[in-house]
């Protein structure tokens, strides 16, 4: 190789090195204890040390498991399908020896349409799913039931939640109402981060009575939460949403949250006429 384009190639490296690198500022505030907080400190999802105790343990502190069942409805047997789940609710609640009741039955509105929830809760732990289901499958009229349901069915979901321990105490409504349930998908390793912080959230969504229960789930989709809210119509929805971020600290907990969802959606819905909360 000649001097010359010894010299050239020397001369285009020493250009590439000079060329500015752009970087992401992380500028940010100063806080009144001193510490900077940027907007990218947000976006980052803290880690949380390892423990001996199950995240369940330390999220939950009530022995009840809740049962979440999705089901897609054909539009066209939408109400062969309602008469045949509020048979089926009489029967298990003609079986006064199994430790399990119908929480809510509703209809989605808004949302994934043809769609229908029903949430159970067995008081006393999985013992008592294990009891239902042996007591259940041996009722004639109940399998039939279940076989009949199958044909009104597109497809459909369970998953086995447990309530956060810091939600308030669950109470059946009366009245007209709907309700919201918003599901997240989170990361995994992050659900204790996210009961940290709604810990101190749900403070801020009390004003007006609208949260009803709030469950993470243990078996069916893994790293879900569901968040259900109840509201008189859509436009207190909005009103009490709106009332919450004129809260101070409501902005920050969801700054903390946001970074830890994958997936989040939300369906509007209105109970069966054999619902027991309304």
Known sequence: MSLASTIRGCTRTVFLRQQPIRTLSTSGTLLRDGSESSWLSKLLVRKIEPTKESHSRMLSDKYDIYELHTHNVRPDSV???????????????????????????????????????????????????????????????YVQLMQERGTFLRS???????AFSYWPQLKLREGKNIYEIR????????????????????????????????????????????????????????ETRESAWRSPGWDECVAYTVPLIREMHCRILAPTEFSPTQ
């Open 183 to 238: 599901s997240y998908r989170l990361k995994p390793g992050t659900m204790i981060e996210w009961g940290n912080n709604w810990a101190r959230a749900i403070n801020y969504r009390q004003n007006n009575d609208e949260a009803f229960a709030g469950y993470f789930s243990q078996i069916g989709r893994l790293y879900n939460v569901h968040h259900i809210w109840c509201y008189k119509d859509l436009q207190g929805r909005k």
């Open 79 to 141: 109400g062969k399908y309602l008469e045949n789940y509020k048979n089926t609710v009489q029967i298990v609640q003609s079986k006064q020896n199994l430790s399990m009741e119908l929480i809510g039955s509703w209809n989605v509105e808004v949302g994934d349409l043809d769609q229908c929830l029903h949430l159970w809760r067995y008081t006393g732990g999985f013992e008592m799913v294990d009891q239902a289901k042996r007591e259940l499958t041996n009722d004639k009229s």
């Open 156 to 162: 459909r979901h369970l998953q086995y939640l447990l």
